[in-house]
């Protein structure tokens, strides 16, 4: 059963960066494409990014686009969101989410497995 443990989130102010780990254990992450995804308080979840499991196909939402990069390491069965010029309207819980034999990875999907997510907050 694969899991997956967020890290990194914190309190940033704008303008800042901060790097999100997201941790697998239980199997490899070699066949899973990644998706990172936020949800604020009072609004819908959003997909911010997502990376294939070769690495090759990376897609980022229009609200984080140049400013949110997305990496995945497999030796260390790791993907990583590092965000960039952060904003307030950023704040949100960040979590990620896995999903099985995707070379193209898609944000509007439901993915096999999640993790509890990290707050992110970028405040003055």
């Known amino acids: 059963q694969l899991q997956l443990v967020e890290s990194g989130g914190g309190l940033v102010q704008p303008g800042g960066s901060l790097r999100l780990a997201c941790a697998a254990s239980g199997s490899t992450l070699d066949y899973y494409a990644i998706g990172w995804f936020r949800q604020a308080p009072g609004k819908e979840r959003e997909g911010v990014s997502c990376?294939?499991?070769?690495?090759?196909?990376?897609n980022y939402a229009d609200s984080v686009k140049g400013r949110f990069t997305i990496s995945k390491d497999n030796a260390k069965n790791t993907v990583y969101l590092h965000m960039d010029s952060l904003k307030p309207e950023d704040t949100a819980v960040y979590y990620c989410a896995a999903h099985p034999f995707q070379a193209i990875c898609v944000l509007d999907q439901r993915y096999m497995y999640r993790g509890q997510g990290t707050q992110v907050t970028v405040s003055s």
């Open positions: 990376i294939g499991y070769s690495g090759a196909n990376r």
